[in-house]
């Protein structure tokens, strides 16, 4: 585990202007998408914990709308960068370094909404990612949000077809067109280790948990993960429609494996 884990900070440490690009300028659906769904739970003054914030991207957006934010993330570039971010933007968020398997520093119940949106795709094996959500739940107050997010293995396919698609031809890389074929997870070293895993098995993970109850599950870019150059090529008013209307479909369980990230929102059982 020791060495994924420094695979993964390496990573991320090596370049997090590339995660900022990735929302800001290549997929801004995912984060419209995901922020439009999120503020249904988040209320305002809610305090918020961004476990695996990366770059400060969510915590940067909620800090805006006057909330206290805490951004944790593995990566000490990642943590560097979203603080820079924050001072260039004009708000202020706690940004620290840190491991989302040990959230020691927090107390039990401190946080109204976390958010756990990197951390699960990185965790190679079923009891990391359990300890994590435990984790999380443990510094959640009582009927606050969990906010959790996933890379779908269908994702894969997404990406193949959109940006590399002679990738289809390459032997080594049969097995993982296959094992998405056969709607399985899979846990392997891919832009770094990573955990890919179905709709079935994300919803099994947080069902779990105990005191943990689903509120709705969502694909981050909906039905448009496939189409992001079209997308980045029309006027802003027709892309702005088909986000809009993306939302209409985002729930919808026929059209969750169009996307490559989902999220699934759980709130914690309230104390008796």
């Given at each position: 585990m020791r060495e994924e884990?420094?695979?993964?900070?390496?990573?991320?440490?090596?370049?997090?202007?590339?995660?900022?690009?990735?929302?800001?300028?290549?997929h801004p659906f995912e984060k419209y998408i995901t922020?439009?769904?999120?503020?249904?739970?988040?209320?305002?003054?809610?305090?918020?914990?961004?476990?695996?914030?990366?770059?400060?991207?969510?915590?940067?957006?909620?800090?805006?709308?006057?909330?206290?934010?805490?951004?944790?993330?593995?990566?000490?570039?990642?943590?560097?960068?979203?603080?820079?971010?924050?001072?260039?933007?004009?708000?202020?968020?706690?940004?620290?370094?840190?491991?989302?398997?040990?959230l020691s520093r927090f107390a039990d119940d401190t946080f109204d909404t976390v958010f756990l949106m990197g951390p699960l795709y990185h965790l190679m094996n079923e009891e990391s990612r359990i300890r994590a959500i435990e984790e999380a739940k443990r510094v959640l107050k009582p009927g606050g949000c969990l906010c959790c997010s996933f890379i779908l293995m269908f994702g894969g396919v997404i990406y193949g077809l959109r940006e590399s698609q002679e990738t289809i031809l390459w032997p080594e890389e049969q097995v993982f067109y296959d094992i998405a074929a056969r709607d399985e997870s899979v846990a392997f070293n891919a832009f770094t280790y990573a955990w890919m895993t179905t709709v079935r098995d994300a919803k099994a993970l947080l069902a779990s948990v105990k005191d943990l109850r689903t509120e709705t599950v969502f694909g981050q870019e909906s039905i448009l993960a496939p189409y992001r150059s079209q997308l980045?090529?029309?006027?802003?008013?027709?892309?702005?429609?088909?986000?809009?209307?993306?939302?209409?479909?985002?729930?919808?369980?026929?059209?969750?494996?169009?996307?490559?990230?989902?999220?699934?929102?759980?709130?914690?059982?309230?104390?008796?």
């Open positions: 884990k420094e695979a993964v900070r390496t990573h991320y440490d090596a370049d997090p202007k590339k995660e900022w690009d990735r929302l800001k300028t290549r922020t439009h769904m999120m503020d249904r739970y988040i209320r305002p003054g809610d305090r918020i914990l961004d476990i695996g914030g990366g770059p400060g991207h969510y915590s940067i957006h909620y800090a805006k709308h006057g909330h206290d934010v805490t951004l944790l993330d593995l990566s000490g570039g990642n943590v560097r960068f979203a603080k820079q971010k924050a001072r260039q933007y004009g708000v202020k968020i706690t940004a620290l370094q840190g491991d989302a398997l040990d980045s090529q029309s006027p802003r008013k027709i892309r702005m429609a088909f986000y809009d209307y993306a939302l209409r479909y985002c729930e919808k369980e026929d059209y969750l494996t169009h996307s490559e990230h989902l999220m699934i929102i759980s709130r914690k059982r309230a104390e008796d």
